[in-house]
């Protein structure tokens, strides 16, 4: 059963160049324990996807589509009601502890402070439960750590602080925005080891530039370039037999499979190109590429693509 249903979202912000179209009439379905990679460079949208789900952007963003979580459209919700959503149901692990945890509280505060305002527990439970999550995420000193700032931990610990803020009020879905990111090879296996687990009957939606981490956790994938989606299907079918390809050209970037870079840059999301999005930097591109944009069609169960190859 679906717990997550966006439909034709498309999220926009005004920049001094022009509006970024950001995420352009994008179709997502999560069910409910599924875990599903959201992947693609920088720069191609997939935060932004993120932050429409739990409506943390710039009050001048544009949000149109539908965004059904467990039957309701969060975008009709009030704001009200969203706050409690947030944390409680859903929850976000965003980018970057160093800027998102608060400098200058402990985190153990950090921690309290979001099961105090969601769970509604005194002072001295929250605590306790801070405590407990830290414990959760294998802190090697819970309680002493609980009293550290940001900046007295590593990188690895600060990630699993994230963590164990997102995951303090027991939400039935996590959306985690690049958990790896800068990590090393080790903390970046053991982080993936804590979400696995910590993850284990949760829908997530995991958004990162790493297929290999998105491929050794997730159930499904799903590709992103320039704003919208250009293939989706199980991990196992995108790693060994990817269709698009862009998909095809991430993978040959890895580098387990030869580091071999995919020629060009992203393209702008205020002006993208016409036809494909990929065209100028597609190697089987033709003129119909330039000048006709592709639907998304599927090509076998659960496999969907967006390329005139199989149009
Ligand atoms: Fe390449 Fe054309 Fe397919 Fe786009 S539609 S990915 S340009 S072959």
């Known amino acids: ?27 997502l379905l999560v069910a409910e324990g599924e875990r599903l990679g959201l992947i693609g460079e920088t720069g ?42 947030r944390g409680k149901e859903i929850a976000m692990i965003l980018q970057n502890p160093t800027t998102s945890l608060n400098p200058v509280l402990k985190v153990g505060d950090q ?6 305002l969601h769970q509604g527990l ?15 995420v294998h802190l090697p000193d819970a ?34 925005d690049e958990p790896t990111k800068g990590l090393d090879i080790k903390t970046k296996m053991q982080i993936v080891e804590l979400l696995r687990e910590a993850t284990l009957h949760k829908a997530m939606l995991m958004i990162t530039h790493d297929l290999g981490v998105a491929g050794s956790i997730c159930d499904k994938i799903a590709v992103m370039y320039a704003g919208e989606l250009l293939e989706e299907a199980s991990s196992q079918e995108i790693l060994n037999d990817p269709a698009h390809p862009y998909t095809q050209g991430f993978i040959n970037s890895l580098p387990s499979r030869g580091l071999l870079p995919i020629p060009g840059t992203s393209p702008s999301l205020i002006c993208p190109p016409s036809g494909c999005r990929f065209h100028p930097r597609c190697r089987m591109a ?20 967006r390329c005139h190859q199989f149009n």
């Open 44 to 85: 191609c949208g997939k935060t932004v996807l993120g932050m429409s789900i739990v409506r943390l952007l710039q009050p001048t963003t544009s949000i149109e589509g539908k965004i059904n979580y467990k039957g309701r459209d969060i975008l009709k919700l009030k704001e009200e009601d969203m706050r409690r959503l």
């Open 111 to 116: 921690i309290a402070e979001a099961i105090r």
């Open 1 to 27: 059963m679906a717990l997550l249903d966006i439909i034709k979202l498309r999220t926009q912000f005004p920049s001094q160049d022009g509006m970024v179209k950001a995420v352009d009439t994008v179709d």
């Open 143 to 176: 309680a002493a750590n609980a009293n550290q700032y940001p900046h007295e931990l590593s990188g690895g610990m600060r990630e699993r602080v994230m963590i164990a803020m997102g995951l303090a009020c027991n939400p039935e879905f996590i959306i985690a």
């Open 286 to 305: 033709t003129k119909t590429c330039e000048m006709k944009h592709p639907e998304m069609v599927q090509i076998e169960k659960g496999h969907l693509v």
């Open 122 to 136: 005194g002072k001295r439970e929250a605590n306790a439960r801070a405590i407990e999550m830290l414990q959760s």
